[in-house]
């Protein structure tokens, strides 16, 4: 407990926004993400890390490769090192994301973003 770094950093988006929280720099990061009704976060994938997303509340729709899954509250799903995924808020969604890596916002090869980025 020891290495662990208590954060209160709010990031503004165009989906939405994320807040995070805690981390264990290059061990683990933790963050929760809020997706607005109808937006969704750019098809994505990472080097560095890797996340597990759990539901909070609202109802979401993952993308995990070719494979689309609906996610309610305490609904949980695993990305790995590399794997294409993207999130969508079927209602407004609140999703906990723990990453596991180096987290760094810079990490993200985007693949389609419906905002231009």
Do not use: C
Not at 76 to 89: T, W
């Amino acid at each position: 407990m020891k290495k662990t770094k208590y954060l209160n950093k709010t990031v503004s988006k165009p989906w939405g926004e994320f807040r995070d929280l805690a981390e264990d720099s290059g061990q683990w990061h933790l963050k929760l993400i809020f997706v607005k009704k109808g937006q969704r976060l750019s098809l994505q994938k990472h080097k560095l890390r890797s996340e597990f997303w759990i539901v909070l509340d609202g109802r979401a729709e993952a993308q995990k490769g070719k494979m689309v899954r609906r996610l309610n509250p305490q609904d949980y799903i695993f990305i790995k090192k590399g794997e294409i995924h993207r999130l969508k808020g079927l209602t407004d969604v609140l999703v906990a994301e723990i990453s596991f890596g180096r987290h760094s916002e810079t990490d993200i090869e985007r693949l389609a973003d419906d905002y231009g980025r």
